[in-house]
């Protein structure tokens, strides 16, 4: 952390300052320039509040050289993390791809049953579907809730694919136990006590960014977890916010390269929620495939005319087979 | 809400989309222009998935025309309402102004009574205090908790001032019985769990807007709590991130007129986080004050420079007196 | 165009607005709801005022159903354009792909050729080099000016690459006489009287899109320039602004299927400015391939770390190599 | 200016940096941390490209310690600048406040002098009026242009009232001659060759904030015109582009003590273009006024809803007089 001071200050008060460093324990270097004077703290700054040092009288700014994450760091992690999933270790990073597919919501047997094994026999190695359900309007359809969990279970079961769902809210953790992999939507990514939460969980965590969470606030919320134990963390990138209203959200497909020199974790890219639109789930898709994204989680519904959520965005099992098979290929591509 | 179709749809597909919405209990008005064919739905279309009938083959784009909202809409409720917080029934909206100041977090008996006393005396007429507080780190100042409730407790028996505290979790309401106005912070503005669970309470909420909020999301989220038969909710606008970087984050001051347009709930302004420094406090909370927001909340501390959190943008009692007298007299000038 | 008027408004008042609507020579179609009425507007009403007609006192709200630009919209010209650049007719759209590449700035005779020769061996079939450079600061070199503009034209003549460079001013469209491509620069994407003197040329325009554009005014803007007769447009999507820093600007990859729907003139990507990070480029340039670009624009350098300008983002001609080869792999995967 | 190292960097390849910032005429301080190695730069180093150095393989990350404005830098000019317009020497800043209103677009004779002698009875200080349009459609109004100025040079000699009006190319300036306020719209802001030449006029610039233009970018673009002599600026915030869409742009009035703290220029406000929305613009005002601007120019138009261009924003004379003496009010409170 470097403090430059203001022009001006006297000596008497330089040497208050760094004091004032070294009963915190920390080590200072003093430069000075002719328009600015600089302190540099060496030792472990993450106790230092950036904020406050920058509004005493005499500081003019304060500059953080280190990032405040560590666990999901890649400087102290050089090797990528790979995720682990389910019985069959279904791997997520380090070269290794997955396809997560299904419905926003399970609707009924049938409906998840269908896309279970429609989206199994086009490719996806993971299945989604939603039982609780994050809605803008308290007068929109909610989630099956547990029923809903029980019927991914079965699909589950039929097929063999590892299941993937939301939590909207720590109480439920039982009810997850046999989910493969968990999911924190992006209203969510700040919950901290959520976050806390599941990080005494050993369990995969799925945690997608904030509609405004920059990336940096990404790896201190996959940090949250980390501090708890619970290092098998997915990130995804799924559309921010931006000014852009042609689409629902702007992807930002840069985060595939950036979060791999920040984090060891695996990145993934939902481009169904960062469009909001089916029709360019499939380019995006295929330029995550080609950026280097860990995997796709792609929303897929037999009937998107009909479904309960989301049915803009869904692709059809038809579609999902094309974009499975072309995504193979620019993989292979890259490769 | 209008369906607009795509050119060259035939009659016949028009015929068959028109019986569709009549099967789902709504009326149509067909309007066939030179360019642009249009289907007008009448009913209630709160139910029908704008996105959904977008993505039909024939549907070009979907206009909503009435607000998802409907118990925070102004439309529906002309008059302003008027919550009033504690036995002293202080009143917010329709006129009535209040100031709500305190530290970030309480940090131990004597810091909280001492700011408590000190922004009594200078005017403030609600006392706040973070208890349970959302930290982007883990490794920062979580709160104490329980612990500074009952410290909270204790300053609003001495001095009066009915308290305001943020709440995390829903599971732990019960700690928050006596605290007057429950806070729901930015973060969390879209934790819908938890706004259930507050709709099932009878005690003020003060809802902030989240960081990237939208004013419509914002009132859907008051909206969840009303639902729910709690209508005490005290809106508040705590700055939004756009890409300027020279303040925390933008005070969308247009807001309060906007707001008080939308909708007849009372709304805050939060100028100490909106900026994050201290010095931008006074001419926010001036700003505020002449362009008719019911209220303010504002970060106050009795040695900033060692505060446990936010010490950068709290004031020391001494600067919130001179900002309150300076509010009074621009109120007193747009009266 | 449709009008939704308030609620509460009589007879008198809407037959009123309708008369004042054909007074203008459109048609009208009126539907009256439960909660709203409406009045749809048929005819030419790219002249109406929408902002204007939504502040009458008995007007809620007014939505534009048809888009304003005409000459650049792909619903009326169906086929998408091919751009034919030089005497070499290097073509752009519809299933045409170039590489434009070369240095930010030119800064001698022996970079730029040194350059131009480079890129051309690794597979670019355009050479970019900017003469006239828009600077943050006055005190940054300003470019070589009309000495650039004759090494670029040697640079072209010996290696018959067509060149791109910039214009920031009209008064010196006749130094830009042998330029085969004039681009215009993000910054002066909204220079209304630039775009109209160059509708008046008959040479391809490279279009940057406003760090702060919408696809919608990137649009208007080209139809500034096609309104004059010139329809050569190449639009260029190089980063918007957003709240995100890790980035100099965030890529808005899926602009490229977006405007390949809205229009029919080819759409190309400038990753270097997108992240402003050399070790980006590569993954971005992969990306814009696999989703359907019609082409790149990419900095490259002989000695990135003595560039005048943008040394951080230019490849050297050695990775701009390796980057032309694995792009032309991702376009056959696609294929 | 600050370097910070890639850890594991070994002392030769530092010596040979260190070596190569001295040749750069440049003094170093070396901070030799337990994870950060970083060297100060010392001296002149607003010549030295931040990115550049960034993108070497042994720096981690650069950061910018002064700023790169001189001109317009409070810190370098502690005085606030007065800038006097016209013959009766108008003043703007330092404690003096002016109003600048009237109509988006002189539209005839008669509507420009009513709208004058209507403001200046109501209290305004300077007339506006565009006679150069920036419209984003082509199709739209254009302005009046040279027959525009004369009608506003007409009105300025009735009223006397200083006038101010939008040039939007260099080869207009001898229009321009009799114009008191040259004023540089928001499209316009990094038009840096329209900037040079208004560097070479003495004569008072109104200098617009773009709309995704950050603080410190305005400063640099008044510093373009105060590089070449002319430091009569008066900046002006307009509403940013930010995600929010119930404002046309949002108003970002931390902008007024903030650039008073970066600048010694004076600061005002045009709530207008800030919000779209003419029932906004008296709130806005008032909140303006309340934190401190150094004026207001805002559209009035003598009947709005016939103007020629954003007659959604303009209020009429009357509202205009109500807004000035509210305005008065709040000036005479904050005092």
Redesign the interface.
Known sequence: M?A?LK?GTDQQQIDSLIEWFHSQGL?T?L?Q????T?I????DT??V?A??V???DIVE?V?R??E?FKRANR?FHPDSTVVEVGDAKVKFGAGNFQIIAGPCSVESREQILTVARAVKAAGATLLRGGAFK??????DFQGMKAEGLELLLEAKKETGLPIVSEL????NIPLFENVDVIQVGA??F?????L?ELGELRKPILLKR???G????LL?SA??IM?GGNDQIILCERG????????RN?????????LH??THLPVIIDPSH???????VE??S???????ADGLIIEVHND??H?K?????SLTPEQFNVLAT?VC??R???A
């Open positions: 470097i430059v022009q080590r270097n430069s320039g002719d328009e600015v600089i540099g703290l060496i030792g993450t106790k509040d904020d406050l920058e509004s005493l700014s500059k050289i280190t405040p400087k994050p809605r803008t309007s308290p007068y909207m809210s720590a109480e209203r969510n700040q919950n901290f006590e959520l806390k904030g509609i405004a920059t990336l940096k606030e201190m940090e949250y501090a921010i916010r931006t000014y852009e209203t042609a689409t702007t992807l930002d497909i840069s985060a595939v390269p950036m020199e920040m960062a469009t909001g639109m089916a029709r360019l380019p995006m295929l330029a995550a495939a080609a950026c280097g998107p005319q479904a959520c989301d049915g803009a965005q072309k290929k620019v292979e591509a890259v």
